[in-house]
């Protein structure tokens, strides 16, 4: 379970790095990303000491743990004024993830992109695709489908972002 949660919530990072350069029109900022998924209800099933082997796995990827409750996981990001503009996609934990991004289009406010994963901690294949509805706001959606750590996962998450202020305060940028 723990692996397969690990799994969809590192989904769902690829989702917002995508969402950070998807339109040039996006606001700098502090914005908050939220991935709703089934499989993040059973979090609570989780015993304390899972979890806290999945922040200390979190953190070893170099991913904060995201605020996990009633099926959703929800985290801020700091985008700075040149991520905002830059025309090609960030590297957002794919190479220590041991995942690659290819066919990355945009057109207008819409965006996709396939992910390739291949390593111990994952290996299997995914696509994150969205639209901007604002400057200030997109939704989304991620799907998965291989092994997190020997475990079967086939597993969707809906994504929506959205510009909270101006200053990110004390989150750093990516």
């Known amino acids: 379970m723990r692996k397969t949660l ?35 209800w059973f979090v609570p099933q989780i015993p304390p000491d899972q979890i806290q082997i999945l922040k ?9 743990m995201p605020q996990i409750q009633m099926g959703d996981a929800t985290s801020k990001t ?14 957002f ?5 041991g995942c690659i991004t290819t066919n990355t ?7 996709r992109a396939d992910f390739t ?3 111990l901690l994952l290996k299997g294949n995914g696509t994150a695709e969205g639209t ?10 991620t799907q998965f489908d291989g092994v997190a750590q020997g475990h079967p996962v086939n ?4 994504i929506s972002g959205r510009w909270i202020n101006s200053s990110c305060g004390t989150v750093k940028p990516l």
């Open 6 to 40: 690990l799994a969809v919530v590192f989904a769902s990072s690829f989702m917002s790095s995508t969402a950070n350069s998807a339109d040039n029109n996006m606001r700098p900022g502090l914005w908050e990303i939220t991935a709703s998924s089934d499989l993040l």
């Open 132 to 141: 901007f509805t604002s400057p200030e706001s997109f939704l989304g959606r």
């Open 155 to 158: 597993e969707h998450a809906d």
């Open 117 to 119: 994963c291949s390593s």
């Open 105 to 111: 289009t945009r057109i207008g406010n819409k965006y």
């Open 56 to 64: 200390d796995l979190a953190v070893q990827y170099g991913v904060d």
């Open 93 to 97: 934990y794919q190479n220590q993830l």
């Open 78 to 91: 700091c985008i700075t004024q040149e991520m905002a503009v830059q025309q090609n996609l960030p590297i």
